[in-house]
């Protein structure tokens, strides 16, 4: 199983990226697919997840309003659209695969988690 994250860079405050996220190796519509974020010196956090068919998204107040999770399973893919980023939104990117009924929210509860991109956001 591979996940390969893409998309991270330098910006502005305020700025858009798009995150995108392909998958290989693992039957991708029976996975639930979550994005988690490790700033520097801190704990790895829950960013956004999607369910099976896309139908559910489960974003982290925090990136609510702001990031949109989203996923195209004929492409194996997922995506985060994030606009009007904040210096603190600054951190490592990683996308994640799950299967079950477990909490999305979890990092424990992923089975599958890709290298990640930095996402940098100079204020």
């Not at 405050?13 to 979550?34: D, E, K, N, P």
């Not at 829950?46 to 099976?52: D, E, H, L, W």
């Not at 990683?94 to 100079?122: F, M, P, Q």
Request: aromatic share 12%.
């Amino acid at each position: 199983v591979q996940l390969q994250a893409s998309g991270g860079g330098l910006v502005q405050a305020g700025a858009s990226l798009r995150l995108s996220c392909a998958a290989s190796g693992l039957t991708f519509s029976a996975y639930a697919m979550g994005w988690f974020r490790r700033a520097p010196g801190k704990e790895r956090e829950f960013v956004a997840a999607i369910n099976r068919s896309g139908d559910s998204t489960y974003h982290a107040d925090s990136v609510k309003g702001r990031f949109t999770i989203s996923r195209d399973n004929a492409k194996n893919t997922i995506r985060l659209q994030m606009n009007s980023l904040k210096p603190e939104d600054t951190a490592v990117y990683y996308c994640a695969a799950k299967i079950g009924y477990a909490d999305y929210n979890e990092g424990k509860n992923y089975n599958y988690w890709g290298r990640g991109t930095l996402v940098t956001v100079s204020s």
